[in-house]
């Protein structure tokens, strides 16, 4: 029986790309540009984003170097680092406006009634309590159930993570469920872990080919927040 609803951060709860895409449109507004290429730096963005703790320079140089091949392959003009690192000022104010997911924010106080709610994020401390802070998580899920990479030197898709919760909250793996948007960080880290996985896949990713299937996959705030409301009246 299921004990415990654990949360990704990023993409998940919250938007991401809302606050990319308003970052790089402040500072490149090319009324040429389409919305698949603005869909396409943003996976390159969040994926070398997900790859780190947090964007030292060095880092960033690479960053900027892959969004520029993104444009190239789009056959439009790269933009020089100076924009890119305008855009990622913008980019962090940008990123105190952010809000959960309605759907999801309006299911969360009935989860809080029948199940202890965590998040397992990826990421530099201070900035993931940010985020935590300005999406107003502690009023459903307590501070100690957040577990953030880099305070506990491990990282996902690393099992030991989840494990690491389990030890925290006295749990089970089978008594706890997952939910993210990566698949590889977050269904395979969590299957590898032995705790149930839901692929909240709203970017309508391919499911790579893999040994772990998700328990649930769900391709929309909409549906995701049906499938929460569920578990309320049903244990999973």
């Not at 029986?1 to 790309?17: C, E, H, P, W």
């Not at 444009?71 to 305008?86: I, R």
């Not at 999406?135 to 305070?151: A, F």
């Not at 839901?198 to 328990?215: A, G, Q, T, V």
């Amino acid at each position: 029986m299921l004990k415990a609803i654990v949360f990704d951060l990023d993409d998940t709860l919250y938007d991401q790309q809302r606050p990319f895409q308003q970052a790089l449109l402040s500072v490149w507004n090319d009324p040429a540009v389409s919305g698949h290429v603005l869909t396409d730096l943003f996976k390159v963005f969040k994926h070398m984003n997900d790859r780190v703790a947090n964007l030292e320079t060095l880092t960033m140089n690479r960053v900027f170097d892959r969004l520029n091949d993104v444009l190239s392959q789009h056959e439009l003009p790269t933009l020089a680092n100076s924009v890119w690192l305008a855009f990622c000022d913008h980019y962090h104010a940008e990123a105190q406006k952010i809000t959960l997911f309605s759907d999801i924010q309006a299911q969360l106080p009935l989860l809080k009634d029948h199940y202890e709610l965590g998040v397992i994020t990826n990421g530099e401390s201070a900035t993931q309590s940010e985020k935590v802070a300005h999406l107003d998580l502690q009023r459903w899920i307590k501070k100690e159930n957040v577990v953030i990479s880099d305070e506990v030197g491990l990282r996902k898709p690393d099992p030991r993570i989840f494990t690491h919760f389990n030890r925290l909250m006295n749990l089970q793996a089978n008594e706890v469920v997952y939910i993210g948007d990566n698949f590889k960080r977050d269904m395979v880290g969590a299957k590898k872990a032995g705790w149930h996985a839901f692929w909240f896949n709203h970017r309508h990713l391919e499911m790579p080919k893999s040994e772990f299937i998700p328990d649930q996959t769900v391709e929309s705030p909409t549906e995701l927040a049906e499938l929460l409301q569920a578990m309320t009246v049903t244990n999973y």
